[in-house]
């Protein structure tokens, strides 16, 4: 068995677009400056320089004026160069090469640190290793905070920093989380600023980064560690998920210690949820419990209250019993086994005899 592509009669040719202005640029764009930079791109690849920007308001059956505000748009974010020439109207256009702009605006240190040490590393090497699994999913991590995909100067930024600041991808989902989930602040400039300082203080892993934030008295230091806790090392708490636990601290009054102590037992859970301790930190909230002594000295406070019930249930019998025989006297006693005695004499069709027989007064006793 084998595999093959089928021949094409006539060669139609094709235009191979980089992934990168799939993913990183188009996402923005408006839709005729997308049409304009693909179609110029297409005339660039098949060096036909007789099309211009007139020719491609034709083609695309829109004003000359949007071709040319399209060229504006694309030199702005950095990715074509115009080279004026004698035509206003129909200048050059230059498709910067976005592969080797990742590479000289990212992994130019990387590359001159490679150079120092006589090892050379090829262009789209040094870009796909920046695209690891753990690199992949802190930048997902990171849009799913900021609601929204990243720009090229964005992931560019978070790339330099891991370098510069040797940090680990997944503290560095954690420094945005804090950021923009508990400071609520989206600046880049700011999160730089928080990533400097973390790295000044030593930070390089959850243990250090916890510790940081609770010399501070940061509440971030709470999420983190019962992240820890629950095994959630690598995965950045949701708001809701931060919601919850603001209300187990605040509302409800609980202590780091009582926190954990509901939680110890989550690494024998397949599938640890807050959910799920936020029902158990809810009964001991209702049951009155604010301390680990609470837990220790009544463990079992529905069997506890069992117990009493039925101890008292039983007291109350006996005592009710005791009451009952203390109403009667030796005499009044004595005339009840009469009467029974003499019921049933009368129910077997005997003669009841009279009060004083010597007889009746044996069977009596």
């Known amino acids: 068995m084998s595999f093959f592509l089928q021949e094409m009669q006539i060669d139609l040719g094709d235009t191979p677009i980089e992934n990168i202005f ?9 839709g005729t400056y997308v049409k ?4 110029g791109y297409k005339y660039a690849k098949d060096k036909q320089q007789k099309f211009n920007n007139e020719t491609i308001a034709k083609n695309l059956k829109i004003p ?37 702009l990742y590479v000289d605006n990212v992994y130019k240190h990387i590359s001159k640190i490679n150079q120092e040490k006589g090892i050379y590393v090829d262009n789209d090497k040094l870009i796909s290793s920046s695209r690891g ?10 849009e799913e905070m900021f609601g929204r995909p990243l720009k090229i100067k964005e992931k560019q930024k978070i790339v330099s920093w891991l370098n510069n600041y040797k940090m680990k991808p997944e503290i560095m989902s954690q420094a945005f989380s804090y950021c923009i989930n508990n400071k609520k602040v989206k600046r880049f400039n700011y999160i730089e600023s928080v990533v400097s300082g973390w790295h000044d203080a030593g930070v390089c ?5 916890a510790e940081y934030l609770e010399n501070r008295n940061d509440r971030f230091f709470v999420y983190s560690r019962i ?4 095994g959630f090392n690598n995965r950045i708490l949701t708001e809701a998920e931060m919601k919850t636990i603001d209300k187990w601290v605040d509302e409800w009054g609980f202590s780091m210690d009582m926190i954990l102590k509901c939680l110890e037992n989550s690494t024998k859970i397949s599938n640890p949820n807050l959910n799920y301790f936020d029902s158990i930190l809810n009964k001991w909230y209702n049951s009155g419990y604010k301390t680990i002594d609470d837990l220790r000295n009544d463990k079992k406070p529905e069997n506890k ?11 109350n019998k006996f005592h009710n019993f005791d009451q009952k025989i203390k109403n009667y006297s030796e005499e009044e006693l004595e005339q009840i086994v009469r009467n029974r005695f003499n ?12 009060e004083g027989d010597e007889n009746s007064e044996k069977a009596i006793n």
Do not use: C
């Open 22 to 30: 799939i993913t990183d640029y188009m996402p923005f764009a408006d």
């Open 36 to 39: 304009v930079y693909l179609l």
């Open 64 to 100: 000359l004026a949007d071709v040319l505000n399209a060229w504006d748009h694309w030199e702005k974010e950095g990715i074509v160069i115009r080279h004026q020439s004698d035509d206003d109207y129909n200048y050059l256009v230059e498709f910067v090469n976005l592969k080797q």
């Open 133 to 142: 699994a753990e690199n992949k999913k802190m930048m997902q991590e990171i």
């Open 205 to 209: 892993d959850i243990d250090t980064m």
């Open 227 to 230: 992240s820890k806790a629950l």
């Open 305 to 315: 209250q069992k117990v009493i019930k039925e101890t008292i249930k039983t007291k």
């Open 343 to 354: 019921k049933k004499l009368d129910k077997l069709g005997l003669q009841v005899p009279e």
